[in-house]
């Protein structure tokens, strides 16, 4: 292992299009629990939108060896000419986002990330899988953003295929039927954050989505959509980059605009996780304390000295 | 090691009465950083209160030695009949404290920390220096607030030594003039949080802690004072069990009762440093999130997976 102050951490959510086949998830999730040097944190399959998210954690190097063995046993095990689901889909492994994960756990940024992304892109090229770089990874700046580039799935990106802009980084400029292709990327960490409104009108929702998010003139990186939810009104959104818009910021902003619906914010769910960095906003936000950092936690500053001990 | 799931890690926070000579505190700090299984976080020297507080980290057996070990060499080192500074002090080795770490550090509670702190004081009992227990590990009731245990230093002490109800848990019964006595406990993790108002008028800052502290019929586990501090009024506390009174609590009541005296918060200052638990208690005031735990927070999902890991 490299000096230990500079390593580099990551965070890897691909998206696979298999989420009811116990067998297909459980070898095509060994796959990546085999590869040594990687955790795997977290494994949520749905069966309606027939999809499953795998998380995992490690250094580059594992990340590459497990993202390939991943991609492989995805090709093997989904034929995306059989599949059927909720949700629309490019490809066998569909995206594989990678996430650096900063002090107090890692040196890694977001340029680490991108070029870890790459490295992974041309690798599962070499299986015959096109790949498309997006986020921060991205070679062309119409592809940043994923949206653009999964644009009506599959069958999209085939009628694209002939247009020189959306030729694939890596891979067969032919789309195979079987795997599909793979937006593989670099982004922050993203934080998926909902508030339910005291009121059943989901008109309501949707106007406060549309005042806070930034498509229409709202805060930077906010992502909202105003929804129904078990009789409620949801405003859910992504906040794709909180050191531009953070948790209690985008939750203020929901809050007034509620008010001046004559609505409240009644209760707020965070799906997934949260790195510790957007905890400590919260706090700092909260408390009043704009110093606060990891140094500050007993935790962080421990686990941060047990890192930095040369026998370990 | 046993079972990584049940390993209990504390915190040790001595205080010792030497905060002037390099060489007599590095030589104290020494004997515990080279005891393996313990991690020094932090070493705060103060040359007006001529005291020392070191912060060490570890589980009980290696702490154990360890503190044996620093009691010896605040012994050697220190010679409390020519100890002169501010501070009130009852031994050389003053006050060692045990804070037990929760999850997802470690499974370690009070009643474990008082333990420990029992075993300790027996082991420095053996050197010939005088242990009263305090805090959760008192033996007594009337022990169980280190203020009372220390009321009037050595000089208070030794005054008190004839006093069946003063007689100390380990140890001589003489009280020893150079190394004096030392008082050894176990305590939830204490938060030291100032809150600096808009005025210099000291006698609102007065005021106000009053009307926080228990100690008047304030908020339970809040000891709180007034000051001034840099031509500016503070409420100085202590918040010593966060479970009872979390500091967005503490806080908010010091803002209120700020309000109604026509005065307002204008920065708050947090005095070394808080468990992860209080971070996170502070995201769940703020964010609404009353089920916002460690297996949200990314990092420390990554360290519970790493610590449960069976190779490592």
């Not at 390939?68 to 629309?88: F, N």
């Not at 500050?296 to 026998?311: D, G, I, T």
Request: charged share 25%; with cysteine; aromatic share 4%.
């Amino acid at each position: 292992m490299a000096d230990a102050r500079s390593k580099k951490l990551f965070e890897a959510v691909p998206n696979f299009s298999e989420g009811r086949d116990p067998g297909k998830i459980g070898r095509i999730a060994a796959s990546v629990k085999r590869t040594p040097g990687v955790t795997v944190l977290n494994l949520h399959s749905d069966p309606d939108h027939n999809r499953s998210v795998l998380t995992f954690v490690g250094e580059a190097e594992p990340l590459l060896t497990a993202s390939v063995a991943l991609a492989r046993a995805c090709v093997e095990e989904i034929d995306l000419t059989a599949q059927r689901g909720v949700h629309p889909r490019m490809g066998s492994l569909d995206v594989l986002p990678f996430v650096p994960l900063g002090p107090p756990l890692s040196e890694a940024n977001l340029q680490d990330a991108a070029r870890l992304a790459s490295e992974v892109g041309e690798e599962i090229g070499f299986l015959g899988v096109p790949v498309y770089l997006y986020g921060a990874a991205a070679s062309i700046p119409h592809r940043e953003n994923l949206a653009d580039v999964r644009r009506g799935g599959y069958e999209g990106l085939s009628a694209r295929a002939e247009d020189p802009a959306w030729r694939p980084d890596y891979g067969p400029e032919v789309m195979p039927a079987r795997s599909g292709a793979v937006a593989v990327g670099a982004r922050p960490f993203l934080v998926a954050f909902n508030a339910y409104l005291d009121t059943e009108d989901v008109q309501t929702a949707r106007e406060i989505a549309r005042e806070v998010r930034e498509r229409d003139g709202g805060l930077p990186q906010v992502k909202a959509l105003g929804l129904e939810v078990g009789g409620r009104a949801q405003v859910s959104m992504n906040l794709t980059d909180l050191g531009r818009t953070s948790i209690p910021a985008a939750l203020e902003a929901v809050r007034r605009a509620a008010e001046r619906r004559g609505a409240r914010v009644e209760e707020t769910e965070l799906v997934g996780l949260m790195p510790l960095g957007a905890v400590l906003e919260a706090a700092r936000y909260c408390l009043g304390l704009p110093e606060l950092g990891t140094e500050h936690v007993v935790e962080a500053a421990l686990w941060q000295n047990l890192r930095e001990a040369p026998e370990l």
